[in-house]
């Protein structure tokens, strides 16, 4: 799901990707077409309602969740937008460089995520350091925040056709 929030910031020049992961599907095992990357990380996203918003400088985040699900944010064209991803979505969400973005666990469980990540540049250690929200932003990000786990329709904005399956 996709949901906007008027903003008032720059735009982004680049915009985010959302494409269905390719793969064999055995009945018992889902293989997927490998995503072109410099470095693959997993990680587990705790439970948490109060995310933190990070911008890569130099890096694309190519991320899809692989067990349980979370809402990633993403600040891009003056607005805030939210993507809930599923394990049974079987979606990348690909980020690229300079586009904040956030991820939120909202259930009980943390989510496993891999990241596919492609290098454009040095790491810059700023990179993983959070960004403060803007002044004018922060009712709009203690709004995404606070949603629920079952709240779909994410005021009234329309469902990608992808993201939020399953």
Not at 16 to 36: H, M, N, Y
Not at 82 to 96: A, F, G, M
Request: net charge positive; aromatic share 4%.
């Amino acid at each position: 799901m996709i949901c906007g929030i008027n903003a008032d910031i720059m735009a982004n020049q680049q915009s985010i990707e959302i494409i269905r992961c390719a793969g064999l599907d055995t009945g018992i095992a889902f293989f997927s077409d490998p995503l072109i990357s410099h470095e693959t990380l997993v990680a587990d996203v705790t439970p948490n309602r109060h995310a933190e918003l990070f911008c890569h400088r130099h890096q694309t985040d190519q991320l899809m969740v692989l067990s349980g699900s979370l809402d990633l944010v993403i600040l891009q064209n003056r607005q805030f937008q939210l993507i809930r991803l599923k394990q049974k979505d079987r979606t990348w969400v690909r980020i690229p460089p300079r586009i904040p973005h956030a991820a939120i666990v909202r259930g009980d469980q943390a989510a496993t995520v891999v990241n596919a990540v492609l290098r454009h540049g040095p790491v810059d250690p700023r990179d993983y350091q959070p960004r403060p929200i803007p002044r004018a932003l922060i009712p709009q990000w203690q709004a995404l925040q606070s949603l629920d786990a079952a709240n779909r329709s994410c005021a009234g904005a329309p469902v990608h056709p992808t993201a939020g399956r399953g």
